[in-house]
């Protein structure tokens, strides 16, 4: 095994000793290892904290590909996992809040739609940090995204925090009803809360 994916292999498995030894000893620290990815994106993906505040310290680009096909960012990754203190650390190195990425995603609607209940304090840290809430990807902002998804805790939290409601929101919900007749209950308490933010088409 190289230089390359052994730093690889530290990263992802959080052995920060074993990074800063192979740092001082000259690997690359944006050099991909046989498996595409580089040793921040395996440390993002793992939410090891401190190997990323090595990583990044050492010159580590937090702009980079990340992602098993290499399709989004470091910042997507960890507003996906909800690694709120790996985000601060690579928003503060300079990684942009806007849609990045192969795919184009805001990581904002990454952190509003992943798992069952989105991660608002992600979402939080996003928004402190210049995200736009009405950003979209393929013409859905997170609030619709949310609504989509029939994720009430999540239309509320974005609501709470200045998300523009709007018809598409609402239909968005219901189109949900129709194709899941077992999430009706969650997708009722989406339609009534955007009736109660102003919506009422």
Not at 113 to 135: C, K, N, S, Y
Not at 158 to 183: F, I, N, Q, V, Y
Not at 187 to 199: D, E, F, K, N, R
């Amino acid at each position: 095994m190289d230089v390359t994916d052994r730093l690889a292999r530290a990263a992802g498995d959080g052995d920060t000793a074993a990074v800063a030894r192979l740092l001082r000893g000259g690997a690359e620290v944006n050099a991909l290892g046989g498996d595409g990815r580089s040793a921040l994106d395996l440390a993002v993906h793992a939410g090891h904290v401190e190997v990323v505040r090595l990583l990044l310290g050492a010159g580590a680009d937090p702009r980079q590909k990340a992602g098993a096909y290499g399709e989004v960012t470091p910042l997507c990754l960890a507003a996906m996992y909800g690694y709120v203190a790996v985000a601060e650390l690579l928003l503060d190195a300079g990684a942009a809040t806007g849609a990045q990425g192969r795919l184009n995603s805001p990581p904002l609607v990454l952190a509003a739609t992943a798992m069952e209940r989105g991660h608002p304090q992600m979402v939080d840290l996003l928004l402190r940090r210049g995200a736009d809430i009405d950003g979209t990807k393929r013409d859905k902002t997170p609030l619709e995204w949310a609504a989509a998804f029939g994720n009430v805790r999540m239309v509320r939290h974005l609501l709470a925090r200045g998300a523009t409601p709007t018809a598409k929101a609402l239909s968005e919900a219901r189109a949900g009803a129709e194709r899941s007749a077992e999430g009706a209950e969650k997708y009722a308490l989406v339609v009534s809360t955007l009736h109660a933010a102003g919506i009422e088409r």
